[in-house]
């Protein structure tokens, strides 16, 4: 569609440009009568080459044309859309237009929650500590569960822990970055 509308723009201009040149000929100048011979008073002007009805004609006949082209286009594409292949072509073309961002959408958002998911058990288990139940006594709806805290990960000395944080830390902002600039968008 891209096409005809630019060529039909190009077409314009040019015709714009075409009914601009024939005005810059003769001008309708106005001098007093003594200063006109004998000759040029009795002279006829020549009728104009190009008159704008002729241009209107022009741009009435293009007008009938493309639409008779286009009407013929989206006829016949609409015949062969209803048909399997047709289906078959429309759907491929729709993929290779967007295909990308929909892989993105459904795999890279879910990917990104994963690793998200990944990093936060991550730090629970270096850095924060976590709970586990350990047993789960009475009926459905007023059970009692008893938990079982666990402390983190026991460093050496607190540089290794620091170390240990910093390198989570990248490892997230790192790991949106990619997923989102990467996979999302």
């Not at 891209?2 to 001008?27: E, H």
């Not at 309708?28 to 000759?39: D, G, H, K, N, T």
């Not at 008779?68 to 859309?81: C, H, K, N, P, S």
Request: glycine content about 10%; aromatic content about 12%.
């Amino acid at each position: 569609m891209k096409p005809i509308v630019l060529t039909f723009l190009v077409f314009a201009l040019a015709l714009s440009a075409f009914a601009q040149s024939q005005q810059d000929g003769d001008k309708l100048v106005y001098v007093p009568q003594r200063y006109v011979s004998a000759e040029g008073l009795t002279h006829e002007a020549a009728p104009p080459v190009s008159t704008v009805s002729t241009v209107i004609g022009w741009g009435k006949e293009l007008g009938t044309a493309m639409h008779e082209g286009l009407a013929a286009v989206v006829d016949q594409t609409d015949r062969f859309g209803a048909t399997r292949v047709g289906t078959f072509v429309m759907t491929m073309v729709a993929w290779k237009i967007m295909g990308k961002d929909v892989e993105g959408i459904v795999l890279g958002i879910p990917i990104t929650f994963i690793g998200i998911a990944i990093w936060m058990w991550s730090i629970r288990r270096f850095l924060i500590g976590y709970r586990v139940v350990a047993s789960v006594e009475g009926p459905f709806f007023h059970r009692k569960k008893t938990y079982v805290d666990h402390d983190p990960y026991k460093f050496d000395n607190d540089s290794a822990r620091l170390a240990c944080g910093i390198v989570h830390g990248g490892a997230i902002a790192l790991w949106v970055i990619i997923m989102f600039s990467g996979v999302v968008f």
